[in-house]
């Protein structure tokens, strides 16, 4: 009887201590579970840091996010980092340090241009040789780097790393965007109209002691360069054709250029932008209506001396333009009966050949990898009359159309991935958009909100945001999108048919 009872009592004792092993087993195993799960969090948050870096994004905010924050980068992506107590530093209106948005009463000499000396001592953070108190670990994981800190200063936002590395990237402040309105024809009533962005409500207002109602006849084209605006005003049949320079943060006219400063009697009318190197290129219509001549022309403006040249081209009706290499490509579209695009070098500014593409070519934009796309209006008259607007594929290399999409496209921009293109039937002003990849060339719609597609006319691209606003013939509203098509709201403008939005985007 007593071997049967210490027998039953061992195998208590045994099956207690296997129970134990067990239990710590499990344990272990939820603790490793818990680790690995948080491995790959900070794997992933460390991953998305370089994948902004490697497209070039900035940090648009830093807002509070339960135990921690969360982190917006220019494109919409964001990322939340939420690993125990992570401190944001940063400089106050009043010039002092701030940590976690309470004052610290310590001077910054950041705001003054001198970068400020951050290190972490015995686990705190110093700035500028002075204990802030705030300790500098976030984590104390081994493996994947983890963000310890975040610190905003010198319009840089910087993240530290436990393992003693750090990555720098540039804060995004969105100021607001000008909207330049052609009117209506014959009127003379183009305009310019600049909103402001308001953080709090992430909407645009409109500001009206930016916005200046004499723009005169058919204003067609504006353009962001340094610190200046550069609008293509094409005037009438009697002239008032001008390239208007223009205060980016005023919005006041600096001064003007007209055909008798580039020394031609002949009608000279500018119709778009580019610029590079310190130039300004605008094409423009030139000729006489009445001696029944006609040109295509290229006028070349330095933003430091306001010296301008003039330069003749082959084709007739110059329109749209960009660059690639030193190269400038300008579409000739003959008012429909042109079929050629011109390369002009601007080392020698020199029209060096001209290419044959489809006929009545307006707009050409550079996606890159040695491809341009451009749009062909739908043409009325001559040998080509009755083809239907149509998007291309022009490559610099070959010199060559490549592609055709077959696709109705009216105006077209260029963004990170797609090409995006706008056109409207005229028939009852319905409107599509239409996005590109530019990866594999595969079309899809743009936008589910169709209603706010009528009278599509124009499209620009923020490439900060990915944000893309598109204007409306005959009508004052400039739909807002997000990059992935979501409806966001719309602006009014004073007048009708927006023909350029330019985006004030500054990083401080």
């Given at each position: 009887m007593k071997k049967l009872v210490?027998?039953?009592?061992?195998?208590?004792?045994?099956?207690?201590?296997?129970?134990?092993?067990?239990?710590?087993?499990?344990?272990?195993?939820?603790?490793?579970?818990?680790?690995?799960?948080?491995?790959?969090?900070?794997?992933?948050?460390?991953?998305?840091?370089?994948?902004?870096?490697?497209?070039?994004?900035?940090?648009?905010?830093?807002?509070?996010?339960?135990?921690?924050?969360k982190i917006t980068f220019s494109d919409g992506t964001e990322i939340v980092i939420g690993n125990g107590h992570t401190p944001v530093i940063t400089i106050g209106d009043?010039?002092?340090?701030?940590?976690?948005?309470?004052?610290?009463?310590?001077?910054?000499?950041?705001?003054?241009?001198?970068?400020?000396?951050?290190?972490?001592?015995?686990?705190?953070?110093?700035?500028?040789?002075?204990?802030?108190?705030?300790?500098?670990?976030?984590?104390?994981?081994?493996d994947a780097p983890a963000i310890i800190s975040i610190v905003e200063v010198n319009g840089t936002v910087i993240f530290y790393m436990n393992d003693g590395t750090s990555i720098t990237m540039p804060k995004l402040e969105i100021s607001g965007l000008y909207v330049l309105s052609e009117g209506a024809w014959n009127q003379g009533n183009g305009q310019l109209v600049y909103y402001d962005y308001n953080v709090s409500t992430g909407k645009y207002v409109r500001n009206d002691n930016k916005r200046f109602r004499n723009y005169g006849e058919t204003p067609n084209d504006l353009l962001l360069y340094g610190s200046k605006m550069y609008c293509a005003i094409t005037g009438g049949a009697g002239g008032n054709a001008v390239i208007r320079i223009i205060?980016?943060?005023?919005?006041?006219?600096?001064?003007?250029?007209?055909?008798?400063?580039?020394?031609?009697?002949?009608?000279?009318?500018?119709?778009?932008?580019?610029?590079?190197?310190?130039?300004?290129?605008?094409?423009?219509?030139?000729?006489?209506?009445?001696?029944?001549?006609?040109?295509?022309?290229?006028?070349?403006?330095?933003?430091?001396?306001?010296?301008?040249?003039?330069?003749?081209?082959?084709?007739?009706?110059?329109?749209?333009?960009?660059?690639?290499?030193?190269?400038?490509?300008?579409?000739?579209?003959?008012?429909?009966?042109?079929?050629?695009?011109?390369?002009?070098?601007?080392?020698?500014?020199t029209e060096t050949a001209t290419l044959t593409v489809p006929y009545n070519p307006v707009n050409i934009v550079n996606a890159g990898n040695?491809?341009?796309?451009?749009?062909?209006?739908?043409v009325w008259t001559g040998p080509s009359a009755g083809n239907p607007a149509n998007l291309h594929i022009l490559n610099t290399a070959s010199k060559q159309i490549t592609h055709t999409f077959n696709l109705a496209v009216d105006a077209i921009a260029v963004g990170r991935d797609y090409i995006y293109g706008a056109a409207c039937d005229y028939s009852d002003f319905s409107g599509t958009v239409k996005k590109i990849s530019l990866a594999n060339r595969s079309v899809s719609d743009f936008t589910t909100a169709e209603n706010k597609l009528m009278f599509a006319y124009k499209l620009f691209v923020n490439d900060v945001t990915g944000e893309i606003f598109l204007t409306q013939q005959m009508g004052q509203g400039i739909n807002r999108f997000k990059a992935d098509g979501t409806y966001v709201e719309t602006l009014q403008a004073g007048q009708q048919n927006g023909s350029a939005v330019v985006f004030i985007n500054s990083i401080k």
């Open positions: 210490f027998l039953l009592s061992t195998i208590f004792m045994l099956n207690a201590c296997y129970q134990d092993d067990i239990d710590e087993l499990n344990r272990k195993y939820d603790e490793l579970k818990k680790e690995q799960e948080r491995q790959a969090e900070l794997l992933a948050t460390y991953q998305a840091l370089l994948d902004a870096l490697e497209k070039k994004l900035t940090v648009s905010a830093i807002t509070p996010s339960g135990d921690g924050y009043n010039g002092n340090w701030f940590i976690d948005g309470t004052d610290t009463g310590k001077p910054s000499t950041g705001q003054n241009g001198a970068s400020p000396q951050l290190t972490i001592r015995d686990g705190y953070w110093y700035i500028d040789g002075v204990n802030t108190g705030v300790k500098a670990e976030g984590v104390d994981g081994q205060n980016a943060s005023t919005g006041e006219t600096i001064r003007e250029i007209s055909q008798t400063t580039l020394g031609t009697s002949y009608l000279w009318q500018p119709r778009r932008l580019t610029a590079m190197n310190g130039k300004v290129y605008v094409t423009a219509y030139s000729g006489s209506a009445e001696l029944e001549i006609h040109w295509g022309s290229l006028a070349k403006v330095d933003t430091a001396t306001y010296d301008t040249e003039y330069l003749q081209l082959s084709g007739t009706y110059s329109e749209g333009i960009c660059s690639s290499g030193k190269y400038l490509y300008i579409c000739n579209s003959g008012q429909g009966e042109g079929n050629t695009v011109s390369i002009v070098d601007t080392e020698t500014f040695s491809e341009l796309y451009l749009n062909t209006a739908s």
